[in-house]
């Protein structure tokens, strides 16, 4: 069974940071990676999907790297702001319908 | 922007109820899932629909649950006769395409007492 790991659990860094959340799953036989933003109380927002064929993926100051060889996945966030506080989670699917979600990196940025 | 609904945002219920909760997917999108998170720990796949049916379930979803897409677009989550460790937030969500990105709504939170 696919296990994906979000380390840290927390992070809080002060307003212009650039910083880096990172994701490890334990099947490098990915279908596609997705990365996803949830404020307190409320339901998922996308942010961006790499597909296993992709190695990053840019939106806006967000980019995104994936190596499934190593199981691992990157979300990049340049300059930071306080509205960038939130839960970033990442999801994998390999093979089937279902994606797996880690336990989240709680982001907070300190104006 | 097209988004996915949820209704009812909460709901309070006693142990061994009935419970419908509805989903609107997004129009265009033929895939449709409900996903679970209980407080404090990961989101959990329940279940997929496609074609107007299952098409992958897990192990949590167990025969005190269902799904029905009664018409061209609610999708509901029945659970038949609920616990408590059955309380938890609730998503659903729906792609374009098979394994394709995942747009979710924003939760029914369920309570059972």
């Known amino acids: 069974k696919q296990e994906v790991t979000q380390i840290p659990a927390a992070l809080s860094v002060p307003e212009g940071e650039n910083l880096v959340l990172n994701c490890s799953f334990t099947?490098?036989?990915?279908?596609?990676l997705q990365w996803f933003r949830q404020d307190p109380g409320k339901g998922l927002t996308s942010l961006l999907l790499?597909?296993?064929?992709?190695r990053e993926q840019t939106s806006g100051r967000l980019n995104a790297s994936l190596d499934k060889s190593s199981g691992r996945s990157t979300l990049y966030i340049a300059a930071s702001q306080p509205g960038d506080s939130a839960t970033y989670l990442c999801?994998?699917?390999?093979?089937?319908?279902?994606?797996?979600f880690g336990t989240g990196t709680s982001l907070t940025v300190i104006p | 922007e097209p988004e996915v609904t949820q209704t009812p945002s909460h709901q309070v219920t006693q142990m061994g109820q009935e419970v419908i909760l509805r989903c609107v997917p997004i129009?265009?999108?033929?895939?449709f899932y409900w996903y679970r998170q209980i407080l404090g720990q990961k989101v959990e796949f329940l279940v997929s629909?496609?074609?107007?049916?299952?098409?992958?379930k897990s192990e949590i979803f167990d025969d005190q649950f269902s799904v029905e897409r009664p018409d061209g677009s609610n999708f509901t989550l029945k659970i038949r006769s609920t616990k408590l460790e059955d309380s938890a937030m609730y998503f659903c969500?729906?792609?374009?395409?098979?394994?394709?990105?995942?747009?979710f709504g924003e939760g029914s939170r369920l309570t059972v007492l």
């Open positions: 969500a729906s792609s374009e395409e098979w394994g394709g990105e995942l747009f």
């Open positions: 099947d490098s036989a990915i279908y596609n």
């Open positions: 790499i597909q296993s064929s992709q």
């Open positions: 999801a994998v699917t390999a093979g089937g319908n279902q994606f797996y």
């Open positions: 129009s265009n999108h033929l895939y």
């Open positions: 629909f496609y074609n107007n049916e299952i098409s992958e």
